[in-house]
């Protein structure tokens, strides 16, 4: 069975998106993922701030690496997000995904994601997965 990091290097090989965000894995393990990047000014919206979506993005890449690293395949059916503080050009964002719940077919988690700069909470995010039965 693949290991947690080779799982998470095998889907980031693939994974353009998050290439594209400038994703750096910083910790996996069981039911874990740290993530981190930084704001880009082609990633702020007309208000001059991070779109939305860049926080989701990164929680969202941090839900897929953790959730699967159990060695099944899994797939996220439901997510959401609460964006609680601004972030600018420049900032540099964790996100840390911690397991909740995890049987054979539904894993839970929560995801903090933090600016560097002072620690302060971003945004939280809760993501559903199915769990397949398709093994890494």
Not at 93 to 115: L, Q
Request: hydrophobic share 40%; proline share 1%.
């Amino acid at each position: 069975m693949k290991s947690p990091k080779e799982i998470v290097d095998t889907m980031m090989a693939k994974d353009y998106f998050s290439q594209w965000l400038g994703i750096t894995v910083l910790e996996t393990g069981n039911g874990i993922c740290k993530l981190s990047l930084k704001v880009r000014n082609e990633m702020l919206n007309g208000f001059g701030i991070a779109h939305g979506g860049i926080t989701y993005s990164l929680a969202d890449s941090a839900l897929a690496f953790a959730s699967n690293s159990h060695g099944k395949k899994a797939v996220s059916v439901e997510t959401s997000i609460s964006h609680t503080v601004s972030l600018m050009e420049g900032d540099e964002i964790v996100a840390e995904a911690r397991e909740e719940n995890c049987s054979n077919k539904i894993g839970i988690y929560t995801i903090k994601i933090k600016r560097t700069s002072d620690h302060a909470i971003v945004g939280l995010f809760k993501g559903t997965v199915y769990r397949t039965s398709k093994d890494w």
